[in-house]
């Protein structure tokens, strides 16, 4: 986290306008995709916090992780919005907002500005929320259901 911090410092002292968004991505879909290209179209510089994935295990339940963060994150990094990566071991991005102090943080629209979790710690540290993305019509869990009764079909 700390070289992110230093590279948001660089890049602030440029006069670019940095947008963190952050999630699991675990098995990215078309979802993840439109939300990050739309947070990326906020600023000059995107920064993407994967949750690490003892984290995900918290947050998600058991089985989760599919993906270890390492991959998760080079996935990410190969995507054309995508400027930078960072994973982070908390269980809210907090930490990394602090860290990087984003003039927006943009979340999907599984949120509002108000449930946003780390909403107090990016206006503390001069930024704004902005909620981004299509509807939230795509879900991990979902694909990972449809794989389970396909496959479950197929035997």
Same mark, same amino acid.
């Given at each position: 986290?700390?070289?992110?911090?230093?590279?948001?410092?660089?890049?602030?002292?440029?006069?670019?306008?940095?947008?963190?968004?952050?999630?699991?991505?675990?098995?990215?879909?078309? %979802?993840?995709? +439109?939300? #990050?290209?739309? &947070? /990326?179209?906020?600023?000059? *510089? !995107?920064?993407?916090?994967?949750?690490? @994935?003892?984290?995900?295990?918290?947050?998600? %339940?058991?089985? +989760?992780? #599919?993906?270890? &963060? /390492?991959?998760?994150?080079? *996935? !990410?990094?190969?995507?054309?919005?995508? @400027?930078?990566?960072?994973?982070?071991?908390?269980?809210?991005?907090?930490? #990394?907002?602090? &860290?990087?102090?984003?003039?927006?943080?943009?979340?999907?629209?599984?949120?509002?500005?108000?449930?946003?979790?780390?909403?107090?710690?990016?206006?503390?540290?001069?930024?704004?929320?902005?909620?981004?993305?299509?509807?939230?019509?795509?879900?991990?869990?979902?694909?990972?259901?449809?794989?389970?009764?396909?496959?479950?079909?197929?035997?």
């Amino acid at each position: 986290m700390a070289e992110a911090a230093g590279i948001a410092d660089r890049l602030r002292a440029a006069g670019r306008r940095i947008v963190l968004a952050n999630g699991v991505f675990d098995l990215l879909h078309v %979802g993840h995709v +439109r939300y #990050l290209e739309a &947070a /990326r179209a906020l600023g000059d *510089v !995107l920064f993407v916090g994967v949750n690490g @994935d003892a984290a995900v295990a918290r947050l998600k %339940g058991a089985g +989760r992780p #599919l993906m270890p &963060a /390492r991959e998760r994150a080079e *996935v !990410l990094a190969a995507l054309r919005a995508v @400027d930078h990566v960072v994973v982070f071991e908390e269980d809210t991005a907090d930490a #990394l907002v602090a &860290a990087i102090r984003p003039a927006i943080h943009a979340k999907g629209t599984d949120y509002t500005a108000e449930t946003v979790p780390e909403r107090e710690t990016v206006r503390r540290h001069g930024g704004r929320v902005v909620i981004v993305g299509d509807p939230k019509d795509h879900a991990t869990r979902d694909a990972i259901q449809t794989i389970v009764e396909r496959f479950a079909r197929a035997r």
